[in-house]
């Protein structure tokens, strides 16, 4: 539908929508965010506008049809401007010449710094305030219906003003928080014409055959590689031709399988599954940028009827404000990967997998191709339930591992044995789940799915649980060298040396099998040890090279032996059993303490 189809009534002849619309334009605001492409420009006469804003009844029928191209409603750059909490807005089409008899209402004057179109806010920069926590909202109930896109310039415009230490707090309509949390750029038709017009936009037809494109083949991507490309001719793409030279050797047998790092590939693809980082920033706020790109790279190679599948772990809302935009093109949804590396039962194919569509048509056709390749599959009713899913999933072993490792650290106190009570809990054989204490968590999901609910929701158990659970290594790690060194002042015959102790760290990669460092609780045990003024800190971890953390000396293997770890170390600290270690050297020491976690 082109804009030159919205023209039947004129400006003078809009009606007048009153506050009893207010269902309506709710509706055509939600319109908006599937995908209403909304345009500002300098018509050569003002609209007319009225203290209540106005909206001709065609244009409300007209967003309340399908959209394949999106309509295209075009408006007056000065009446776009309203207050928050407006309900409407007077639309013309730039088409119409207002006649010399018509009656104009001038606008009220409008501030040079509120005069903007929507391309002029930087999408990425408001969010990246926002998933910072520059930008806060707080839900509230309210009666009116509030325009969206206003509200984000508005929002938007506070936020650039702010210093760079302030926090902008925003109250809003509860169930429109998510929205403005994780806003989408609204673009025209001839935008989303110019950007695809690098690649043949030949609709997909429903006997073609399927091509699906994994999008990063980390840890994650790698495992949906495989799954599919048992089935399904397959493209691995990822930037990093490293990465693809180092997985290669593992798919030299799947005869349907491509890895590539030219993004042209990615035209020959009919369903995309983008499985890329979304980790933290230093600060714990939330890092969506390669979810963005390769979302962008993805809008712009795939043909109209593909299908779009987010597997990485999102805000809930993400899916909807991210893909939306494209619904009326792509087939969109949210499936949350479940893989767990190292893990070799259940495979990736015999995990249940949850899958959501942003519209019935979407889900349909994401279950035809994963039912294929999964043996079991869970539709839910929409893609903010399969976000909550997975982050309701991790935030769960967040808490009781926090948990746990405070009645650990209780049972020390009394002089208990942690793991004997753990054992004994468990014979009761309902309502009961074993965790194990340790000295943290780690990896990809589990330390970071929290600070994803944390956008949008007040959450104080997890939050707190979280944040003691992060604070514990370095916690741990001044306990041990504090209580070392006062053992040795008390317990020397001769003048205690109070020097700096020398420690060694063993076991750095995430958990047991595993040389990923994301996020390691032993990682981050030997940067507290750094930051306590530790001499001569070094780690052994047989599976961790020493490119991957070059700030601290790496052991080798040749040199882990009793007699000689003796020597060289006051501290031994094991944080995590890692697989390939020799714990009989262990048993042999003297004069160090070796401390388990």
């Not at 007048?16 to 709710?26: D, I, K, S, T, Y």
């Not at 309203?82 to 409008?110: C, W």
């Not at 990485?312 to 939306?324: H, I, K, P």
């Amino acid at each position: 539908m082109s804009p030159s189809a919205i023209h039947s009534t004129r400006p003078s002849q809009v009606e007048e929508v009153e506050l009893e619309l207010q269902h309506e334009v709710q509706n055509l605001a939600e319109h908006l965010e599937k995908g209403v492409a909304v345009t500002n420009v300098n018509a050569q006469k003002p609209v007319k506008r009225r203290t209540t804003f106005s909206i001709a009844p065609e244009h409300m029928k007209l967003a309340q049809q399908s959209f394949r191209p999106p309509v295209t409603v075009v408006t007056d750059k000065k009446s776009f401007l309203g207050d928050i909490q407006a309900d409407s807005y007077v639309r013309r089409d730039s088409a119409i010449d207002l006649d010399d008899d018509d009656e104009v209402l001038t606008p009220p004057p409008v501030k040079a710094d509120t005069d903007y179109t929507p391309h002029e806010i930087n999408a990425k920069d408001y969010m990246d305030k926002v998933l910072r926590g520059k930008i806060k909202f707080s839900p509230v109930k309210k009666r009116e219906p509030l325009h969206m896109q206003d509200v984000r310039r508005r929002v938007a415009e506070k936020a650039a003003k702010m210093p760079d230490d302030g926090v902008l707090v925003v109250k809003t309509n509860t169930d429109q928080v998510a929205s403005l949390v994780l806003p989408q750029e609204l673009k025209t038709v001839a935008d989303r014409d110019n950007d695809q017009a690098q690649v043949p936009r030949i609709e997909i037809t429903r006997d073609e055959d399927v091509v699906v494109c994994i999008i990063g083949v980390g840890y994650v991507g790698k495992e949906l590689l495989e799954g599919f490309g048992r089935v399904f001719t397959s493209i691995g793409f990822d930037v990093s031709q490293n990465r693809l030279d180092f997985i290669a050797p593992e798919f030299a047998d799947f005869e349907k399988v491509t890895l590539t790092s030219d993004v042209a590939q990615l035209a020959k693809g009919t369903h995309y599954l983008i499985a890329v980082p979304t980790n933290l920033h230093k600060d714990h706020s939330v890092n969506a940028t390669h979810l963005l790109s390769a979302i962008s790279m993805v809008a712009t190679y795939a043909r109209p009827g593909a299908t779009v599948v987010i597997e990485s772990s999102v805000s809930v809302g993400m899916t909807r404000a991210f893909l939306s935009q494209y619904a009326g093109t792509l087939k969109c949804g949210m499936s949350p990967e479940r893989v767990d590396p190292g893990r070799a039962s259940p495979t990736l194919i015999e995990i249940p997998k949850v899958i959501s569509g942003l519209d019935q048509e979407s889900l349909v056709a994401i279950h035809d191709v994963y039912s294929k390749v999964f043996q079991k599959v869970v539709p839910v009713s929409k893609p903010e339930v399969a976000e909550m899913t997975k982050l309701y999933e991790n935030c769960y072993r967040m808490v009781n591992i926090a948990y746990v490792n405070e009645i650990a650290d209780a049972c020390k106190k009394h002089g208990i044995e942690a793991n004997e009570v753990i054992d004994a809990a468990a014979t009761k054989p309902f309502g009961f789940q074993p965790f194990r204490p340790g000295l943290g968590v780690g990896g990809h999901c589990i330390p970071v799915n929290p600070y994803y609910l944390f956008v949008n929701n007040e959450l104080p158990v997890l939050e707190f649980a979280s944040t003691r659970m992060w604070a514990r290594p370095a916690r741990l790690a001044q306990d041990l060298y504090n209580d070392t060194l006062a053992a040795r002042k008390a317990f020397s015959s001769e003048k205690a040396d109070d020097g700096p102790l020398r420690v060694l760290v063993i076991g750095v990669g995430f958990k047991p099998g595993q040389n990923v460092i994301s996020c390691s609780p032993g990682l981050a045990y030997a940067q507290a040890m750094n930051d306590i003024g530790s001499k001569d800190l070094s780690f052994y971890d047989p599976l961790v090279p020493q490119s991957d953390v070059p700030w601290m000396r790496r052991l080798k293997q040749q040199e882990f032996t009793s007699e000689q770890l003796s020597r060289s170390f006051d501290i031994i600290a094991v944080c995590m059993k890692q697989t390939g270690v020799d714990w009989t050297q262990l048993e042999r020491l003297e004069g160090c303490v070796v401390k388990y976690y």
